[in-house]
């Protein structure tokens, strides 16, 4: 069965730095574009970052461009945040999603890790 | 970007009662529309995808509507479990969006 494990959470100061991993199992990890969505407490959700199948293309939201970094390792099957310039603002639940499969998008977001949590705090 | 506007904010209604969510999105989304559906502490699940197909395992009783600008979610008998918080998302146009929310509640 598809799994996705996020790791790497924990608590940051402002300006510091923070990686999250995600592996994936149960699927052909390569095959598939990755999301990073995040969802503040009490809040909505808000997407951050996309990654193709073959880490060809990355895509960001405006709010964590120039800070944030989306990576993958498909001999790993693991997906990667690195987070820098940490804000308060950026605490957040962060989720890995399955997006789009390299051979059509059937039914995007459709497997989701259990998340994250990353709080920014001095 | 597209902004995405679910109302009502919260609908309070009982078990067996039909469920009518909306979401509005500020231009043309053509059929990228996706609804998921989120309890407390969990993860959100994928209910309707491209704006009417039911992802795998969905019930029936779930079904979505619409294209372009104006959207439905429609819940056609509230099971207990169905109270949630429901959000829709499009993949039209970057960055990908999220409405608001729309909390489901028990009267």
């Known amino acids: 069965q598809v799994q996705l494990v996020e790791s790497g959470g924990g608590v940051v100061q402002p300006g510091g730095s923070l990686r999250l991993s995600c592996a994936a199992s149960g699927f052909t990890f390569s095959s598939y574009s990755m999301h990073w969505v995040r969802q503040a407490p009490g809040r909505g959700l808000e997407w951050v970052a996309i990654?193709?199948?073959?880490?060809?293309?990355?895509n960001y939201a405006d709010s964590v461009k120039g800070r944030f970094t989306i990576s993958r390792d498909n001999s790993k099957n693991t997906l990667s945040l690195h987070m820098n310039s940490l804000r308060a603002e950026d605490t957040a639940v962060y989720y890995c999603?399955?997006?789009?499969?390299?051979?059509?998008?059937?039914?995007?977001?459709?497997?989701w890790g259990q998340g994250t949590l990353v709080t920014v705090s001095s | 970007e597209i902004v995405l506007t679910q109302s009502p904010a919260t609908l309070s209604l009982s078990p067996g009662e039909r469920a009518t969510l909306s979401c509005r999105a500020s231009?043309?989304?053509?059929?990228?529309l996706a609804w998921y559906q989120q309890k407390p502490g969990q993860a959100p699940r994928l209910l309707i995808y491209d704006a009417s197909n039911r992802a795998t395992g969905i019930p029936a009783r779930f079904s979505g509507s619409g294209s372009g600008t104006d959207f439905t979610l429609t819940v056609s008998s509230l099971e207990p479990e169905d109270f949630a918080v429901y959000y829709c998302q499009q993949r039209s146009n970057w960055p990908l969006t999220f409405g608001g929310g729309t909390k489901v509640e028990i009267k």
């Open positions: 990654i193709l199948y073959d880490g060809s293309s990355k």
């Open positions: 231009q043309s989304v053509n059929s990228y």
């Open positions: 999603a399955r997006g789009c499969s390299s051979g059509g998008c059937h039914s995007p977001f459709d497997y």
